[in-house]
């Protein structure tokens, strides 16, 4: 799987979305994943890490 560089900001502005959810990452193998709704199915969507609020 190839490693993806997560560039780290404070802030992210975001023009022309259709909504967003907020999900939690779940094991899923030796991987993981975040569950989303299917009308999301083959569309391109951004994944937006959040600081740890607890």
């Known amino acids: 799987m190839k ?3 997560i560039i780290n900001k404070t802030k ?3 023009e022309g979305i259709d909504g967003f ?3 939690e ?3 899923f193998g ?3 994943k975040v ?6 199915l083959r569309k391109k969507v951004y994944l937006v ?3 740890d609020e607890s």
């Open 21 to 23: 959810v907020v999900r």
């Open 12 to 14: 992210l502005i975001i």
């Open 25 to 27: 990452v779940t094991p």
């Open 35 to 40: 569950s989303c709704p299917k009308e999301y």
């Open 3 to 5: 490693k993806v560089k």
């Open 49 to 51: 890490f959040l600081k």
């Open 30 to 32: 030796t991987s993981a």
